[in-house]
């Protein structure tokens, strides 16, 4: 189970590129990671965006939730609602090859992990909603 982070600030999303030798590598996609056995998603994703872009968050509703089929492996992903808590550092590529805001109109399906396409479409609502 993999658990991924929708964080919009003034009508942009939060997006993370995958580090050279992972698995999709070079893809952007929503900040997360693995969730460990017995551990909450919500901690699991807690403890990701600490670790990946140095943000203290606060996590809310399921955005989506997908099952997809790699050729290598296959993932059950939980997409949450994000947000940032009072004080927190500004995102920082700690542990991913980069970081960048983008709004709704650099939302290119082709950049992303085939399992992310599913929710690109209520990513791109969401954001053009905030970009008001
Ligand atoms: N964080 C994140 N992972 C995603 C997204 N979409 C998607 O297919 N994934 C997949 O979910 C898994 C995330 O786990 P991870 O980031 O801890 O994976 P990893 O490469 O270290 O995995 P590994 O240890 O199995 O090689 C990866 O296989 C990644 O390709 C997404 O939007 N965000």
Redesign the pocket.
Known sequence: M?A?GILIEHGRVLL?Q?KKG???EG?W??????VEPSEDPRDALVR?LREEVGIEAAVGDVVEVTF?R?PA?A?L?L?YRVERRAGSPEPAALDVADVRWAAHEDLREDE?????IVVLSKVRALVADRAG
């Open positions: 993999v991924a993370t995958r992972a698995h999709l893809a996609e929503f900040p997360g990671g693995k990701e997809h790699y492996k993932v992903l997409f992303f992990p085939p399992a992310d």
